[in-house]
């Protein structure tokens, strides 16, 4: 078999495909989500801390000079960052959470009953008519 014939073996995989459309649908909603966190709840719990722009919040360490730039501690992205993490954390829980509950009851859903083979209708049919 050639190296070509392998990889192409391996790349049309269906867990390879799945996994490749997973990562590219989770590096967007994760933009959704970094969108979300900065421009709609970030703002309003800065402005009920006394109207404090997280992604400024900073804390140099040496300032700029004529030759180089300020060394700077940028704590307020971290905070928008764990905030991001958080949000994505929950939203994933909630989803997992609703996916193995749907799991459940298809697991307890009770099997409908299959229909007896033909040839054990008929031998059924035999004995009902030899004990009349």
């Known amino acids: 078999m050639s190296i070509v014939q392998e990889f192409k ?8 495909v799945d996994m490749a459309v997973g990562v590219i649908i989770g590096t967007a909603f994760g933009k959704i989500v970094s969108s979300f966190v900065t421009d709609v709840v970030m703002p309003p719990i800065g402005v009920l801390i006394g109207g404090v722009d997280f992604s400024k919040l900073a ?27 958080t949000i ?25 009953p299959a229909a007896p083979p033909a040839q054990e209708v008929l031998l059924t049919e035999i004995r009902d008519l030899l004990k009349k």
């Open 9 to 16: 073996e391996f790349a049309v995989k269906g867990n390879v």
């Open 59 to 85: 804390f140099t360490l040496l300032d700029a000079t004529a030759t180089a730039p300020a060394v700077v501690i940028s704590y307020g992205k971290f905070i928008q960052t764990v905030v991001d993490f």
């Open 88 to 112: 994505i954390a929950a939203v994933i829980f909630m989803v997992i959470k609703g996916i193995n509950s749907l799991k459940k009851k298809a697991e307890a859903a009770p099997a409908t």
